[in-house]
């Protein structure tokens, strides 16, 4: 079965500073990795996603991601948050099926 | 991406009653689901809304206590039936669309009192 663990719940970090939220995945194949965004109030926004290819993930909003299969990692950073980041944020393993575990998320603050 | 519509956004419902969720996409696409989101925790799945023909329903959901229809490619709906306390979350439909993207519905947040 698949899981994905998200090991942070709450981090607080500067207006300016980098940001690293991680993520470590359990499935028996390659797995189909994303990263959400959920703001208050909202839905889930899709941040980015990978299925093959280069490991190195661009998103929006200046996110990006790292696939280290060999770590079984899949974490999301960005170089200087914004106070708009704020949010709640869920990594998803899922496979050809579509069907996905969401880890339980991690809280993001942003303090000025 | 794709737009998702669904509704109603939120609903405050009488234990015992059903309440039905529409989820509404902008274009055709083969893939919807339909998720839970108790409060304070993360996504769990419901069932696959298959196009046609019967949901696929995740261990630990039944199709007695969320029956979901999905008539065509653009809409499904979802049933909350006899619905308790233990019902109150976000139910959110998502859709897989063109590159391999899965999007999400804003979701609908239930209370049942």
């Known amino acids: 079965a698949q899981s994905v663990t998200q090991p942070d719940i709450h981090i607080t970090v500067s207006e300016g500073a980098s940001l690293e939220l991680r993520c470590n995945y359990s499935?028996?194949?390659?797995?189909?990795l994303f990263w959400y965004v959920q703001s208050p109030g909202q839905g889930l926004q899709l941040l980015l996603k990978?299925?093959?290819?280069?490991?190195l993930v661009q998103g929006i909003k200046g996110f990006e991601a790292e696939f280290k299969r060999s770590q079984s990692s899949f974490n999301l950073r960005k170089p200087s948050v914004h106070w708009s980041d704020a949010a709640e944020y869920f990594c998803?393993?899922?496979?050809?099926?579509?069907?996905?575990?969401f880890g339980a998320g991690t809280t993001v603050t942003v303090r000025a | 991406s794709a737009v998702i519509s669904q509704k109603p956004s939120r609903d405050i419902c009488q234990r015992g009653t059903s309440l039905t969720i529409q989820c509404q996409v902008d274009?055709?696409?083969?893939?919807m689901f339909w998720y839970r989101q108790q409060p304070g925790q993360s996504l769990t799945l419901i069932a696959t809304?298959?196009?046609?023909?019967?949901?696929?329903?995740e261990s630990g959901f039944v199709i007695d206590k969320f029956p979901i229809s999905r008539p065509n490619l653009t809409f499904s709906t979802l049933t909350v039936s006899n619905m308790s306390p233990e019902d109150s979350s976000i139910y959110l439909c998502?859709?897989?669309?063109?590159?391999?993207?899965?999007?999400f519905g804003s979701g609908t947040q239930l209370s049942v009192l």
């Open positions: 998502s859709v897989k669309w063109g590159n391999e993207k899965l999007f």
């Open positions: 499935y028996g194949a390659t797995p189909y």
């Open positions: 990978y299925f093959s290819g280069d490991t």
């Open positions: 998803a393993v899922g496979a050809v099926d579509y069907k996905l575990s």
């Open positions: 274009s055709q696409v083969t893939m």
């Open positions: 809304a298959n196009q046609g023909s019967e949901a696929t329903y």
